[in-house]
């Protein structure tokens, strides 16, 4: 957790704006974006794109993130896929909640980017950032996925990335593999996600 996360967005608001949009109260996010300094907050701008061109229609959020692979918001799967390897990824992230003080209570998986994104927000200075940080390549090929669709929702991932490093040599290689490539499958012989442990309740 050695890579730290500048000028930090408000990750909490992130995280309600990338919820399913009948678990958004009414008029949160344009009390939360409001809130916002007009100087020396980066995301403010982005976040306000997001508000002018948002279709709060569950319909629309399902067709951008549950029916698209590249569109995932649970973040391991880009890098392993439904293989064996993604349980052991999740499990460490749900052990790294704990060891915050912070555990797990959600019907998501672990590595859901509102869980993330609300980890952050209540973590120690740093820790979700790094957590973050850890799946950059995730992030980008999400980032541009969403692009590609002219999706509002892009501009909240771009508010995400702000907070965060940018992508070094090694990481940008792995982002062109996963795009060209999509994410690894196994064909036989698995649970959908690992260990029970990993599962959410």
Known sequence: MSRAAAAPPPWALLSL???YPEDIPPGALEAGVAELPRRGAP???LLERFLAEWDADPATYVATFDLRRRASLELTFY???DTRERGPALLRIKKLYRAAGLPLDSAQLPDHLTVML???ALAPDGYGAALLAEHLPALELLRRSLHDLDSPYAHVVDAV???LPPLDVHERAEVVKLAREGPPEEAVGLEPYG???AMPR
């Open 17 to 19: 704006m990338l919820r």
């Open 43 to 45: 995301a403010r701008a």
């Open 118 to 120: 609300a980890f952050a």
């Open 161 to 163: 990335m702000t907070g």
């Open 79 to 81: 890098r392993y896929g």
């Open 195 to 197: 260990p029970p442990e």
